[in-house]
């Protein structure tokens, strides 16, 4: 099986930075994407960014403000976020899809999720 454990996240005073980071565990072949959702009390899971092969994609609010980068020979998905604003405060979730990996049962493909990580920016 693949585990997404996430770390990084804490209370931050705006304008402040922190780096999230993301390791997925298991036998993995191969991770197709990586990246970082958010939500935040009260509103829907939102896409914050994502990187693969071909590059990265971010949501309009956090563009020039996040950066998100990746250590294949780690499985790791990183997100350095910096100036940061109170809108930003979330619970922040990793994922991978595309996610080739052995299990008792043979090579399997599948999409995997972090448990959370809670991120507060004070005014």
């Known amino acids: 099986q693949v585990q997404l454990v996430e770390s990084g996240g804490g209370l931050v005073q705006a304008g402040g930075s922190l780096r999230l980071s993301c390791a997925a565990s298991g036998i993995i072949f191969r991770i197709n994407a990586m990246g970082w959702y958010r939500q935040a009390p009260g509103k829907q899971r939102e896409l914050v960014a994502t990187?693969?092969?071909?590059?990265?994609n971010y949501t309009e609010s956090v563009k020039g403000r996040f950066t998100i980068s990746r250590d294949n020979a780690k499985n790791t998905v990183y997100l350095q976020m910096s100036s940061l604003k109170p809108e930003d405060t979330a619970v922040y979730y990793c994922y991978a899809d595309g996610v080739r990996y052995y299990s008792t049962s043979g090579v399997r493909l599948g999409d995997f999720w972090g448990q959370g990580t809670q991120v507060t920016v004070s005014s």
């Open positions: 990187i693969t092969s071909g590059g990265t």
